[in-house]
């Protein structure tokens, strides 16, 4: 599975978006980029997934760049309880003999500010 | 539902000791899996199970077992427990093993002296 490379920490003002960019240089055809976060001492959640084309579900957004080297995370309307480290994933999907073994780094914690 | 359950919440174990961390899911899901997470660092994976009576070993499985009897049941046992066992432990389980969510439990937090 690729690396993935994210910033450490980011500030953010309730109420605005927040966005988190993941860049993932070296991802194969075949690899999805995954958001997952986890907030603080909780198990993590999913977010959401994308391939190629940029996806939105009632969490977030995901946008991913044209070569795929780098993807953005978007909160539309951050709130306090989005506080959290937010982990960006690359791994391959779907494909025979594929299992779901998630490689986590150490993600960005997003601090939202009142 | 329940979702993915862990037991205990909190353990302290003497060096040396045995135990085994529970995790149980009512989904019915074939794909279940242990992490664990030591402080400032990601979740690495121990060792998962892709159905009943299969697992495999994943990043860091030393130290540690695990057996699928069950679909519902992936248990983790620590056999001698070291002071590097020190962590949150996660156990999570997926439908399968390709699917694209998977469901977290809220952890087991370890303590060895």
């Known amino acids: 599975d690729a690396k993935t490379t994210q910033p450490p920490s980011m500030d953010c003002a309730e109420g605005r978006a927040a966005n988190l960019p993941c860049n993932h240089s070296t991802i194969s055809g075949n690899e999805y980029v995954y958001w997952y976060r986890q907030i603080h001492s909780q198990g993590p959640q999913y977010i959401i997934h994308?391939?190629?084309n940029n996806e939105t579900n009632e969490m977030a957004s995901l946008i991913i760049t044209e070569d795929r080297k780098s993807s953005t995370l978007i909160l539309p309307h951050a709130t306090l309880r989005d506080t959290a480290v937010y982990y960006c994933?690359?791994?391959?999907?779907?494909?025979?003999?594929?299992?779901?073994?998630?490689?986590f780094g150490t993600g960005t914690l997003l601090a939202v500010q009142p | 539902n329940a979702g993915v359950t862990q037991t205990p919440k909190f353990q302290v174990l003497k060096t040396g000791q045995s135990m085994t961390l529970q995790c149980a899911q009512d989904m019915n899901h074939e794909y279940m899996s242990w992490y664990r997470q030591d402080p400032g660092m990601g979740l690495r994976l121990i060792h998962y199970?892709?159905?009943?009576?299969?697992?495999d070993q994943g990043e860091v499985p030393n130290g540690y077992n695990v057996s699928r009897s069950t679909t519902e049941d992936f248990p983790l046992r620590l056999l001698s427990a070291a002071p590097s066992q020190t962590s949150v432990y996660f156990c999570a389980s997926s439908p399968d093993r390709v699917s694209y969510e998977q469901y977290f439990g809220p952890g087991t937090r370890l303590t060895v002296t």
């Open positions: 994933i690359v791994r391959v999907f779907g494909t025979r003999g594929a299992t779901n073994k998630l490689i």
């Open positions: 994308g391939l190629k």
């Open positions: 199970s892709v159905g009943a009576g299969i697992t």
